[in-house]
């Protein structure tokens, strides 16, 4: 029961005596961020349609135009949103697809988290899980799938961990501060993703530009036929359980919440500080490798093969992992729920920006506000003093939940 | 209780009046002749019924849907995608369609976003870029009551719902060399790409034959820098998005003025921008030829330093796509741009109308009349068979 009430205290908004109604509070600061946020990206999407726009300009002699343009055009965009994401098995199967390496990233920045460790470095850690993963899933040929999918994730795994190990390792060594390694670690790694895709080692033969060939059959991630829905969730299902098993059921994963607390008192208490960050960073690492690896081998619906490697293979999902773990509160339950509801607005705003026509942009304005009013839930107790009632009544609540937004 | 929650919208709310205009309201365009159209001014008492009315009346005269998906780059490049782009603008304004369009960023974009625009019920999904090409055809061959069309990618053996739309642009860069060696006056001359990828390095190809021929004909000496037309390796805009990179162009620009290149052809969309701005900041030393589409009307900031522009008809060949697609008659067959069918070609000089002597401009004709005849054969590799 210690250990539960110590985790508690390290994830939640305002650590206090009443967990039951400060896990309330924590859940409707949640969904009131989430409100805004699609209220604050409706206005934004009136706002950026010129055809809405013009009607506006004479809202005061007939407002009912603009009113009733701006209407329709957040109903389609948000219905398009829905049914892009929940709407049909296979929308549903899309947004496990786009969950899946930001559940596997979140998994990696969550648990640094809970180390007390901000790793920024997911992108490279990830970067190189693809590096790996493609390489080993183009280059042999011949391996029967129950060995090359393996060996091409354990690999990634292993390369994302080591990348991320050379940040703990100058963290726990020389303490180079890993908020700075892990930008340059991300540097560093997408440079020499730019590097290789033009060696002949990795470019595919017959083209000039840098992107590498098709990935065997035998590496592609099986999947239910005329779906998204691919092994990788399973495994980062799986991965969020294993993490969870760590950090609450183990010796290793309580003496990486007592660093995250207080690394002064775990050494006092005769912990290993630096052997505690080095092995953090490398189970970040490998998580964020998986992902990488995820989204080299995880088939699309279009072509049944994942995409080829090329210099922006991975997108941003080292960056959208943070959101993910700080939206989760870096509980592993909560990252993929968090995960899944990212992966629901990747997949639903690409319907939205096909159907509905809005910026391609919108969806990730609406996901940097969810986690600008998770991470700012003053201002959310603020806009509903409904909430803050209930906190004021603890007033030794306020002065710790900054301390775990800075966390 | 929520007096906070009230207060943000009213002020959002007053903010929001303040900026709109309380212009007049455009008159009612009813299919009911017996409606007024002079009640616009009146107040709020027939706002509902009209509101109504409005609505069912903008239902497009008809239901075909024309999509787009583009290359990294995005439709605002002033160049390739934004070229193939107003075809699609043409079409909506044109032809009374409806149209939707999508941006790719990366590679892994390509494909969930063909994909989105099946699920938008698109009648013809035109991609940008023979990078989609996977993507495009992989769609084709899924969803044959689609009509496809590719721009810069030749259509797809055994798929008959797919045309290529394809551009012999080294043609018409041989022109611009030509030009681009006439009009130096330091002898040199140079050209950067975006990616070395045949649509890109074609034109660089096109370039340093046009001037080559220049030397040969004039006996002049003039020196291309940024592409080797015989080792097929030249200057690049680096980074990881060089597309995007401006500043990366800007920077490649000023290496080959650096070296004394006193005209220049970037290929390289957004990036080639950053080209234009070196040119720019020279105060009239430093000159480009811009690509893909007049660069005086795309990006007439810089008008006053583009000599002139490596057109590629894209934009009428997606028009024409599209046209076609709503007549039920696209075929396979690929269209491809020459200088013979005015798929691509030079676009007016506009500033520089005056400083392209006339024996220049009749040389030029010459050179189109040959080339179109077979007298000079253009030797670039990337050309499309």
Known sequence: ?407 | MKKNLFKLAAVLGASALALTACAEAPPETTTEPSVSDTVAEEPTTEETTTAEETTTETAAATDFKACMVSDSGGFDDKSFNETAYNGLLQARDDLGIETAEIESNAESDFAPNVQAMIGANCNIVVTVGFLLATATEAAAKQNPEVDFAIVDNSSFEGVDNAKGLIFNTAESSFLAGYLAAAMSETGTVGTFGGAKIPTVTIFMDGFAQGVAHHNEVKGTDVNVIGWNAETQDGQFVPGDDPFQNQAGGRDTANTLIAQGADIILPVAGPAGLGGLQAAQASGGKVNAIWVDTDGCISAAEYCSSIITSVYKGMDVAVFEAIQASMAGELTSDPFVGTLENEGTGLSPFNEFEDKVSDELKAELDQLTADIISGDIVITSTAQPK
């Open chain 1, 1 to 407: 029961m210690t250990e539960e009430s110590a985790a508690e205290k390290v994830v939640t908004v305002a650590p206090g005596t009443a967990p039951r109604s400060r896990r309330w509070v924590g859940v409707a600061t949640t969904l009131i961020a989430l409100v805004l946020a699609f209220l604050v990206g409706a206005v934004v999407m009136v706002v950026s349609d010129p055809n809405v726009v013009s009607k506006f300009a004479y809202f005061f002699s007939r407002p009912g135009d603009a009113l009733g343009a701006a209407w329709d055009k957040v109903v389609l965009a948000f219905g398009a949103l829905i049914r892009g994401s929940l709407g049909s098995w296979g929308a549903v199967t899309e947004t496990t697809a786009q969950a899946t390496p930001l559940i596997c990233a979140g998994l990696g920045v969550g648990l640094a988290f809970r180390a007390g460790l901000f790793n920024i470095g997911g992108q490279g850690q990830a970067i190189w899980g693809a590096i790996v993963g493609a390489w080993i899933g183009f280059s042999l040929t011949g391996v029967p799938m129950a060995l090359h999918i393996p060996l091409a994730l354990i690999c990634a795994i292993a390369f994302g961990a080591a990348w991320g190990g050379i940040a703990g390792f100058l963290k726990a060594r020389t303490g180079a501060h890993e908020v700075i390694s892990t930008i340059m670690l991300n540097h560093i790694a997408g440079g020499l993703l730019g590097y290789f895709l033009i060696t002949p080692l990795f470019q595919m033969p017959g083209r000039t530009d840098p992107i590498s060939p098709q990935v065997e059959w035998t590496a592609v991630l099986p999947r239910l036929a005329g779906t998204r829905l691919h092994v990788g969730f399973l495994l980062a299902l799986l991965a969020a359980f294993a993490v969870w098993w760590l950090l609450e059921r183990t010796t290793l994963g309580f003496q990486i919440r007592a660093v995250g607390h207080n690394p002064h008192a775990a050494e006092t208490a005769g912990m290993s500080v630096g052997r505690v960050t080095i092995v953090a960073m490398s189970l970040a690492g490998g998580l964020a490798g998986l992902a990488g690896a995820q989204m080299v081998l995880a088939p699309t619906l279009l072509t049944s093969y994942p995409p080829q490697l090329s210099s922006g293979i991975v997108g941003g999902v080292g960056f959208d992992a943070i959101t993910v773990a700080l939206l989760g509160r870096s509980r592993p339950l909560g990252i993929v729920g968090a995960g899944l509801l990212f992966g629901a607005m990747k997949a639903g705003g690409l319907t939205m920006s096909a159907e509905a026509q809005t910026p391609s942009e919108l969806t990730a304005l609406i996901q940097a506000l969810i986690v600008l009013f998770v991470a700012a839930p003053k201002f959310v107790t603020w806009l509903v003093p409904a909430l803050r009632d209930r906190r004021s009544a603890r007033p030794a609540s306020a002065p710790k939940s900054k301390k775990e937004v800075s966390a």
